[in-house]
């Protein structure tokens, strides 16, 4: 990280060709091309576009089947089938939870995305053993991506014995933040469910991010819960809810509740789900609310969907959200990119207007993709497999040539 | 087509592996594996899935830009601002209606797809112009795919003069179908409009394809002027609507809608868009409408999306659906193959049960296409890029290998 690196004939955003200067992991320099030759790293940019790097912010790396033979979905219908599909089936996996994380994060990264909040299911039956597979995963590549991890209880904490100890252990053990899911639907007790998911971050000292796939009036009134938590405890700018189904509804109270994420300072992520999960994009970005986008369950007892590339789901979150302009692709972009950082690393500003294109002001952190397209919204819809992979001012991967790894598909052929 | 095909270890829809023998176009016997050798092609499936062959049945094949580069959207939005855009800038292509039309038909054989029915705009501004490129293009691949064209009035049919006679002269030039779009919307009086695309239908003794955008009660009232025709000329089985997004309302009315159009045999073809234009893919299944998917535009001046490639849309229509089970995800593959084949051969039955797989019955047409999968869901979600196509009881291309071109992005790359 103290090395510079020297980026040319790169073009931020789409913009005309620049060179960009890196020292010490942030952008020091940004000029005309034709920079003198100087030591440190030097990147050809040969016109390609330069993003900020891709963030994966809703990601379930303990349950990932990426790359391996896929699976039939045969649980019963609905979130509670699901679960117990998974809880049926996961030990049977062919590689182990460490494995698996691996994996998908390399080909995560190898995809340009360097920014991660990946959730680590926390249950009675499976302990801390997704957990330690997460951890395990976030150490073997911590020189190639930054990964934060959520204690995640995707069976509830109220209905089997023993989750409040396990999720203090997950955060003794190395989790960064505390989780929670749909309080109402689950644990069937939303007040004494979030007042053991902020009594832990209060413990802890640390973040929360909740799932709430709860719809309606009833994630509404979720979120007002969730709201007088965070005024009574003073955790303004700590809490994310991920997927807030609710505020795709339509209904007459959403922009009120669009405000109040903002006055709490309430990030979001989602899936980019169609069907009823689209989140008022540009409605939030008016309001100032974080949002940022991940590729939540992938090839698992959860999701068919999914293949690791977090600018093909920057694709999925343009095209569920029916943009067509060059405008609102480039925001859908811009939150894939920089949306989903700033729900990590608040310091980072929000995309509160829509034609917000940051990330090469100096001082901005060196995390970058560069990849060979006419603009960014083409970039979108091309996707092309090769990029350059720029993580904390060094390249990472070029041309998915991470460590070895290829684009997902590997192991499905040999497990056929 | 006279020569017989061999097809072996090969398994359709995923199932078993068997032999398929094909004789004059169309399927001749299927059987265990390990049939003996015998003249004629032999393709070695190596358990590969088998599958029909993707139909592309809602295409405009005269504005796409596939392969080329980007263009911003850059006109105002909305349908008529896109018709205007579109009107503005057409001629300024770096290639003529017939390459492009060319190079995307080649793209579809190539990803799979066989059976295309393409519009071509007829209006005031380019008269015939579009349609000769699409049918000269339709002749450059006479022998790799078919091709049905509809003479398309994009700009109406009564706001700017002469248009019936040119929809007339289209028809006779070679367009097999009569075109319309938005009766009430772009003409604003959709008896005449009516009148005149069933007038020109009659007249000339062929089918209708009316471009329904028409929303909610406007579209449903629409639909019914539309069924007026069908009863008084006995049009049942000769009328496609596309898009039809008014089903996707979630209207009362919608049900009995879906049984009127069961009841006159309309087809229906989308193109699997998001955010209120998901059409009701079970209900029109138990109803037995025909329903079939297509790319629509492509890069155009319409969207920026679209890369040529069928089995993304058959992806693209199981995730607006929210589909995740097999069963789901398979019947959105079925819609992208055989459905779209029933629209436009009426004689292949209709996909009207959830679970029907056909294409490997004998006297079933030869059109398929093979991927390395583990099961059809995997190939929907994995979409792989190598495929052996068949069509006509012939091979036309092995893995993107069609006539030389290869996979969209060429003519971009060489124009950034």
Chains 1, 2 share one sequence.
């Not at 080909?107 to 597979?133: F, M, P």
């Not at 003794?172 to 069937?188: K, M, S």
């Not at 939303?190 to 796939?213: K, S, T």
């Not at 069907?275 to 939030?284: A, F, R, S, T, V």
Request: aromatic residues 6%; contains cysteine.
């Amino acid at each position: 990280m103290g090395d510079s690196l020297l980026l040319t004939d790169v073009r931020p955003w789409g913009a005309d060709p620049v060179d960009v200067l890196v020292e010490n992991g942030l952008v020091a320099a940004v000029s005309s091309t034709g920079s003198p030759d100087r030591a440190g790293t030097h990147v050809e940019g040969a016109g390609r576009v330069i993003l900020p790097a891709l963030s994966d912010v809703h990601l379930h790396l303990d349950s990932t089947r990426l790359g391996l033979p896929f699976r039939a979905q045969t649980g019963e219908p609905g979130r509670w089938g699901r679960i117990m599909n998974d809880r049926e089936h996961w030990r049977s996996a062919e590689r182990s939870v460490a494995e698996r994380a691996v994996f998908t994060l390399a080909v995560a990264v190898a995809n340009g995305a360097t920014r991660i909040r990946s959730h680590a299911q926390v249950d009675a039956d499976s302990g801390l053993t997704k957990l330690e597979g997460v951890l395990a995963a976030r150490e073997r590549y911590a020189e190639v991506c930054d990964v934060e991890i959520v204690a995640f209880p995707q069976v509830g904490i109220l209905l089997e014995p023993g989750v409040v100890d396990l999720m203090d252990a997950a955060l003794r053990a190395g989790a960064d933040l505390v989780g929670g899911i749909d309080p109402c639907e689950i644990d069937r007790d939303p007040v004494r469910h979030l007042d053991a998911v902020f009594g832990l971050a209060e413990r802890h000292q640390v973040g929360i991010d909740i799932h709430l796939h709860e719809a309606g009036e009833l994630g509404l009134f979720t979120l007002e819960l969730i709201h007088e938590r965070i005024e009574a405890l003073d955790m303004r700018g700590l809490v994310t809810v991920s997927h807030a189904r609710a505020l795709a509804s339509g209904l007459p109270a959403v922009p009120a509740a669009i405000e109040r994420l903002a006055a709490n300072e309430v990030a979001l992520t989602h899936a980019a789900g169609a069907k009823g999960w689209e989140l008022p994009l540009l409605d939030l970005a008016a309001a100032g609310v974080r949002v940022g986008v991940g590729m939540d369950g992938q090839r698992d007892y959860w999701s068919p969907y999914g293949n690791g590339d977090m600018l093909d789901r920057a694709w999925q979150l343009a095209f569920v959200n029916g943009f067509g302009s060059d405008q609102h692709v480039e925001h859908a972009l811009a939150v894939a990119t920089w949306g989903g950082a700033s729900v990590i690393d608040r310091s980072l500003a929000p995309l509160d207007a829509l034609d917000l294109r940051p990330g090469f002001a100096v001082g901005d952190p060196a995390e970058f993709f560069l990849v060979d397209s006419v603009s960014p919204t083409a970039a979108v819809m091309d996707r092309p497999a090769e990029r350059t992979v720029i993580h904390r001012g060094a390249v990472v991967s070029v041309d998915t040539a991470l460590d070895g790894f290829e684009i997902p598909g590997r192991w499905g052929r040999e497990g056929n």
